[in-house]
């Protein structure tokens, strides 16, 4: 495969990634959280993507018949985010119950609900428009955190486009299958390591920071391409998985990051942590079959065409990753 025609490919890809929201690794969707105090009564957080404090999606939870609230709601605002707090009792308890989502398919977001049980335990789950309700369940299943956590950690990477622009970028860089499963590999490790540093509580890092040294290692791995294009290899190209390891260590507090919007079930945290660490992983994979295909069918095309490409060619794709990453690092520093 010539370079120019992989290089085809990715910025293919990259055009794709353009006309999505640059909303990078933002994970906001709205939060219901419920914290039973006794057999039937909850205390109940609602977090939902707001304007201003009086300016908020039309979206509220409905809970069964039966359910009454019990102390007056309370209201706050902060960075984007409006937060409601209040008591229900509801007759019975809520355990085999549905919580119904009016208006959320207007909305064009989806929900998460975390239950806190009274015996410690907690059912994590996700709503989605096409079906607007979430049924309270007894206990939650070994198979049921496994498999929460191992959505969330996919659909996760699959919309953090700051960690596949990084992706993205050592594969353009990287030569060699033997090099990239190897630089992969490293970065994998790194970020599994951070990951489950952060969200057990051994290490705390301010989220803000992270993201925009996060953009700028993008920025970085976008530059060193061009010198090696132009026969100044960097680190990068002689050692990436060092590079890949060291900056893999920030995308794993990223990572935890998004996971402390969600939360940890207390009974079962090892078990959600791997799963959504194997999600993530998934649909790293996933994105590097598809960066892959691109690049094949890329390759046939121009075969059946003869295309040949222009000189300036190979300059696209790390110029437009690095100009979009650039953006990303003033946008975060500005909001600090």
């Not at 353009?18 to 977090?47: G, I, S």
């Not at 039309?58 to 309370?74: K, S, Y």
Request: glycine share 8%.
């Amino acid at each position: 495969m010539s370079a120019w025609l992989r290089r085809l490919g990715l910025l293919v890809l990259l055009g794709m990634g353009l006309a999505l929201p640059a909303a990078a690794d933002e994970f906001r969707p709205a939060y219901l959280q419920l914290r039973q105090v006794d057999a039937t009564t909850y205390e109940v957080m609602w977090k939902l993507p707001a304007l201003d404090e009086s300016t908020t999606l039309r979206l509220r939870p409905q809970f069964p018949p039966g359910t009454l609230d019990i102390t007056p709601l309370r209201s706050s605002y902060a960075a984007g985010t409006a937060v409601q707090r209040w008591r229900v009792q509801a007759e019975g308890g809520l355990a085999g119950k549905a919580i119904e989502f009016p208006n959320l398919a207007a909305s064009r977001i989806d929900v998460l609900v975390r239950v806190q049980r009274i015996d410690g335990t907690a059912q994590v789950g996700r709503v989605l428009p096409v079906v607007p309700s979430f049924v309270v369940t007894a206990s939650p299943g070994a198979f049921e955190v496994a498999q929460t956590y191992t959505v969330l950690g996919i659909e996760h990477i699959l919309t953090g486009f700051d960690h596949l622009l990084f992706v993205l970028a050592l594969l353009i860089l990287v030569q060699g299958m033997r090099r990239l499963i190897m630089t992969i590999t490293a970065f994998t490790l790194a970020h599994s390591l951070t990951l489950f540093a952060a969200a057990l509580g051994w290490l705390t890092v301010p989220g803000p920071p992270v993201e925009a040294v996060i953009a700028l290692s993008i920025v970085f791995v976008a530059g060193e391409i061009v010198h090696a294009r132009q026969g100044r290899p960097g680190l990068t190209q002689r050692r990436p998985w060092i590079v890949a390891f060291s900056f893999g260590l920030l995308h794993g507090l990223g990572f935890a990051g998004a996971l402390a919007e969600v939360g940890l079930p207390p009974l079962s945290i090892p078990m959600a942590l791997l799963f959504f660490n194997v999600g993530v992983e998934i649909g790293q994979l996933i994105f590097i079959a598809v960066v892959l295909a691109v690049i094949a069918v890329a390759r046939h095309i121009a075969r059946r065409l003869k295309i040949v490409a222009p000189a300036w060619w190979w300059r696209v794709p790390p110029y437009a990753i690095g100009g979009i990453a650039s953006f990303w690092v003033v946008q975060r520093v500005a909001a600090f």
